[in-house]
Nanobody, 124 residues
Framework: QVQLLESGGGLVQAGGSLRLSCAASGRTFSDYIMAWFRRAPGKEREFVAAIYWSGGYTYYADSVRGRFTISRDNAKNTVYLQMNSLKPEDTAVYYC?????????????????WGQGTHVTVSS
């Protein structure tokens, strides 16, 4: 049974930083891609960033490239999302998700497993 557990959300002022964590368990993830999505109030869920577990290849949405960094710790089976220079428009519930392979990594409907989400609020 795959489980994803996010943590690290909270309230931060614009320009500040937060680091989200996603602890994965239940299987070996070597052929999987781990991703972060977010859903802002009144908006559709959108892709934020992804990392291929084996090769460490990373992918970013244009809206966060240069400000957010996704990384992984193989020993801890944990993926991180370092968020810097946060803006009020980054306010959302952030979800960790995983699926096999890297194809269409930006499409949320293709992901098999999801965490419960963690709230991020950026005040202006």
């Amino acid at each position: 049974q795959v489980q994803l557990l996010e943590s690290g959300g909270g309230l931060v002022q614009a320009g500040g930083s937060l680091r989200l964590s996603c602890a994965a368990s239940g299987r070996t993830f070597s052929d999987y891609i781990m991703a972060w999505f977010r859903r802002a109030p009144g908006k559709e869920r959108e892709f934020v960033a992804a990392i291929y577990w084996s090769g460490g290849y990373t992918y970013y949405a244009d809206s966060v490239r240069g400000r957010f960094t996704i990384s992984r710790d193989n020993a801890k089976n944990t993926v991180y999302l370092q968020m810097n220079s946060l803006k009020p428009e980054d306010t959302a519930v952030y979800y960790c998700a995983t699926k096999i392979g890297t194809g269409k990594y930006y499409t949320s409907s293709l992901y098999d497993y999801w965490g419960q989400g963690t709230h991020v609020t950026v005040s202006s």
